[in-house]
Structure formats: structure tokens, C-alpha cells
Nanobody, 122 residues
Framework: VQLQAYGGGLVQAGGSLRLSCTASRRTFHNYSVGWFRQAPGKERAFVAAIRWRIGLTDYADSVKGRFGVSGDYNKNTVYLQMNSLKPEDTAVYYC????????????????WGQGTQVTVSS
């Protein structure tokens, strides 16, 4: 499965962005998709995940209530809607996919997108 993540950019604090993760495989909805982020000098961290076959989602505490993850079967795409952005959300964001249940551990994912930069100015 090839993943392409896009939609990052520069936004002011309090603003919104929507990231997209599009897959090459039409059976993408059978996978769980995780979003991770990596800030300079920090380890890659879990942000959100969806097991969209059963509509199950999960979020890191730091983004709960601000971020939402969803999938569009017709477009073979998973979205990460990011609202009320803060400077500490600045990072490269990655989407990743794995079969069956999602995981908070990035090492358990088999497929990765290339990453998209999100910069939030204060």
C-alpha cells in the first residue's frame, strides 16, 4: 500500500488545517490508519487513529477535542481535521496503515506516507 500525505502548511495559532492521506489500494478501508507527528529533536508521537471499518477512533490527550479523524471510502482517503491549532502542534505529520486494529506504537505500522509539514505560528 502506498500512502500519500498532504495538506500541511503554515497557519496562525487558533487556525485550522485538514490533512489528507490517500492510499493506492482500493481496500484501504480494511486497514487501520494512524496519524503521527515528529517535532525537531523529538521522537515520533501518536496523534490519532481510525479503524474505519468499524468506525473506531482514538486520540492523544494533547489533541482530544481539537482534532478529528475520518475516512472517505469513495476517495480512498483518511482525513485529520485539526482545529484550534497551537504552536506546540508544529511538526511533520505522517499517516501510516496497518491491518486489523490500530496501535499507539509507530513500529507496528507497515505502510507510511512521506510526511507533511505543519507549522503553527504564535
Amino acid at each position: 500500500v502506498q500512502l500519500q500525505a498532504y495538506g500541511g502548511g503554515l497557519v496562525q495559532a487558533g487556525g485550522s488545517l485538514r490533512l489528507s492521506c490517500t492510499a493506492s489500494r482500493r481496500t484501504f478501508h480494511n486497514y487501520s490508519v494512524g496519524w503521527f507527528r515528529q517535532a525537531p529533536g523529538k521522537e515520533r508521537a501518536f496523534v490519532a487513529a481510525i479503524r474505519w471499518r468499524i468506525g473506531l477512533t482514538d486520540y492523544a490527550d494533547s489533541v482530544k477535542g481539537r482534532f478529528g479523524v475520518s475516512g472517505d471510502y469513495n476517495k480512498n482517503t483518511v482525513y485529520l481535521q485539526m482545529n484550534s491549532l497551537k504552536p506546540e502542534d508544529t511538526a511533520v505529520y505522517y499517516c501510516a496503515a496497518k491491518r486489523s486494529s490500530y496501535s499507539f506504537d509507530s513500529k507496528s505500522y507497515d505502510y507510511w506516507g512521506q510526511g507533511t509539514q505543519v507549522t503553527v505560528s504564535s
